[in-house]
């Protein structure tokens, strides 16, 4: 498995979280992977093999070949169907809102053909230019060429979802949502409804999702040496608070995530990223 990340420019950086890229040979065994949510919403383009994307135990969908993935609030299982060969952007929860009208609830717990985001025309000159570009710089400077055209074309996130959403990566997603409201209690309501809008899940479903993201890279980085001070260092009540929201997103418990082989590439993910 040879997974990379790479840095945006600065015009970039306060949406961008990276780009990466993921190269796996083709095995005639190819295990599921189990995809963990990480609070982010990413463009990714399948230049390798199909990818299957598991509806339930049985069915599955062929993931679109150039997508955006939403905001996810459960796991969910894909397994390749040959080579692997990935490039992909990663925004922050409030970067995408920048480059589509799309309301970005529309997008959540799913993949959307960039088609149906940026028109057939607009969606296959980009995908094309992505497939013939030589080496990783090229698709990072077509990609980012197109990212900085899209964002002059639209105005900036709103600032009561930017400054929330700055609190709670700065904080770990603890910050309870009042608490970043302070005195301003009557604009809940109001945040509520522009995050499903511009984010695509509520203020509370990414505070746990970035909490538990802090978690999950203590865990895999072997930072701490107990479950309890993994809970207690991520501001979880205690340990079953811990463990019932580890369970909740991922599936199972933190022993058998570190021991099952199908969480492989989630933990490539929050290790290296």
Not at 81 to 94: E, L, S
Not at 129 to 136: G, N, P, R, Y
Not at 229 to 249: G, L, N, P, T, V
Request: aromatic share 10%.
């Amino acid at each position: 498995m040879n997974y990379q990340t790479f840095q945006p420019q600065n015009d970039l950086k306060s949406l961008v979280k990276c780009y990466w890229t993921l190269e796996v040979p083709a095995e005639s065994n190819s295990e599921r992977q189990r995809i963990v949510p990480d609070g982010c919403v990413e463009m990714a383009f399948i230049l390798g093999d199909d990818i299957k994307r598991f509806t339930s135990e049985s069915d599955f969908i062929l993931q679109p070949r150039a997508m955006v993935l939403g905001q996810t609030i459960e796991s969910f299982y894909i397994q390749p169907t040959g080579y692997v060969n990935t490039f992909a952007v990663r925004f922050y929860p409030y970067g995408i809102t920048n480059f589509v009208t799309t309301p970005i609830k529309n997008l959540a717990n799913k993949e959307t053909p960039i088609a149906q985001l940026f028109g057939e025309t607009i969606a296959s000159d980009l995908e094309r230019e992505i497939i013939q570009a030589t080496d990783i710089q090229q698709r990072i400077e077509i990609i980012e060429t197109f990212l900085l055209n899209k964002l002059n074309e639209k105005a900036t996130i709103d600032n009561i979802v930017k400054t929330t959403i700055d609190m709670l990566l700065s904080t770990n997603g603890s910050s309870p949502i009042n608490a970043i409201l302070k005195e301003d209690l009557s604009k809940r309501r109001q945040l509520e409804r522009k995050f499903l809008k511009q984010i695509g899940i509520s203020p509370k479903q990414l505070g746990k999702v970035i909490r538990l993201q802090t978690a999950l890279k203590m865990l895999l980085n072997q930072k701490t040496e107990t479950l309890t001070k993994i809970a207690y260092e991520s501001e979880y009540y205690d340990q079953a608070h811990f463990i019932k929201d580890f369970r909740e997103f991922t599936g199972t418990n933190p022993k058998e995530f570190l021991e099952d082989k199908q969480m492989a590439l989630s933990a490539l993910f929050y290790t290296e990223d």
